[in-house]
Every structure is written in C-alpha cells, then in structure tokens.
C-alpha cells in the first residue's frame, strides 16, 4: 500500500511570490492534516480535515495561507506572499476514524527555503 | 511549559551503546507516539502505546501513565539510528497530536 505522498520535496523561492504543496493521503483515510516544521522543534498542525471539511484551522495564518481539500481525497496548501518566516518542512499525515488512538502516517513533507 | 517536554535535546552515543531518551507529559491521553525523523525525511512512526511496554528489535518503549512519563530505548546502537526522536500524545479531550520538539541523536562509529 502506498504511503502519504507529498511534492515537490523542495522548493526555493524569493519572497512575495506564491507557492503550493500537494498531498495524496493513504486511500481510504479521511482525516487529513498539514503540519509546519520549524528547525529544531516539533510539528505544529496547520489545519485538518475530515473528508472535505476543515475542521480545525485555527493555527492557519488565514491572511497568507490557504487549504483546500474539494473531494475529500488530494489536499492543496497555498501561501500567498511567502514571507522569510515561512522556510520550513511542511508536512502531511493522514488517519483513519477505523484506526484506534488516532494513529498518523506522514508524508516526506516538503522542504520550503524563502529567499 | 510546553505540555510535552523531551529530554535530552541532543545526544551523542558510541555505536553500541545503550540510549535512553524521555518524555514527560502534563495532560491526560488516550496514547503515546514515538516517530522518528531522518534528516531530510519523513516521520515514521515507531510505537503507539497506552499502558506498559512494547519492543521492536533493537528499540523499546515504557509508558507510566500514573507519573505521565514515557522513555525510548535503544540497545546496541547504530550509526544508523541517527535520527531526530519525536514524543507525541493523543490527548483525551481533542482529536489531535500535541508533539514535543524531539531529541536529536547521532551515533558514531
């Protein structure tokens, strides 16, 4: 079974312009998350989604940031302007509601660098 | 005060020592994760576990969940088990992870 697939894997861009990451979760599972990396410290969820519906966004800095997951299945996060602050590993897990304790499977995640 | 602290943040071993790293929580869970991250990878998960202690190989995981505390152990390490360890709860009231911000270990030959 294929895992959590996310790309690019890395993406260097200049401030001020936009970028977009794309994640498939595993088949069958609903509940998607995105999550920032910081260096050195712990992920930090982003949004989530059960099927299509965000159902938790409130760490997601709404004025740059956006989310879209339409049929429940590939999601798509934007920023638009990347700021300097933004460089980090971006990463996706999904779960499935079947699976007991709320088990997650991460993606790679992508590598982003604002220049 | 993060609700997950690891410690230590870094740790440096002699391939075939044995590595203890620790992880203390303060909110009530349903489980306890341990993920491991390879520098420019993914996170893998090692261990889910709510009670007692479970064993992979060379790697160990105990949970105390009267004291909130959890440690991985690794026996006979590797250069190969250098990777960044990651802590992470399910707390009982939220269906979310809360990380702690792992342990960075390397391993020399």
């Known amino acids: 079974e294929a895992g959590v697939v996310q790309s690019p894997r890395y993406k260097i861009i200049e401030k001020k312009q936009p970028v977009a990451f794309w994640c498939n979760p595993i088949?069958?599972?609903?509940?998607l998350y995105w999550y920032r990396q910081n260096l050195g410290q712990g992920p930090e969820l982003l949004i989530r989604y059960e099927n299509e519906e965000a159902v938790d966004d409130s760490q997601l800095p709404k004025d740059r940031f956006s989310a879209e997951r339409l049929k429940g299945v590939d999601s798509t996060l934007k920023i638009q302007p990347a700021e300097l602050g933004d460089s980090a590993v971006y990463l996706c897990?999904?779960?499935?509601?079947?699976?007991?304790?709320?088990?997650?499977?991460f993606g790679p995640g992508t590598r982003l660098t604002v220049l | 005060k993060n609700e997950v602290e690891q410690s230590p943040q870094n740790l440096t071993a002699q391939e075939g020592e044995f590595i203890t790293i620790n992880c203390s929580y303060s909110?009530?869970?349903?489980?306890l994760h341990w993920l491991q991250q390879h520098p420019g990878g993914g996170i893998v998960s090692l261990f889910m576990l709510s009670s007692g202690k479970k064993k992979h190989g060379r790697l160990i995981a105990t949970i105390n969940i009267q004291e909130k505390h959890s440690s991985l152990h690794i026996t006979a390490s590797h250069p190969r088990d250098s990777a960044v360890y990651i802590c992470?709860?399910?707390?009982?009231?939220?269906?979310?992870?809360?990380f702690g911000t792992g342990t960075r270990l390397q391993v020399f030959p």
């Open positions: 992470a709860v399910s707390p009982q009231v939220a269906d979310k992870l809360i």
């Open positions: 909110v009530g869970i349903s489980a």
């Open positions: 088949s069958g599972h609903n509940t």
């Open positions: 897990a999904s779960s499935s509601k079947r699976i007991f304790y709320n088990e997650q499977f």
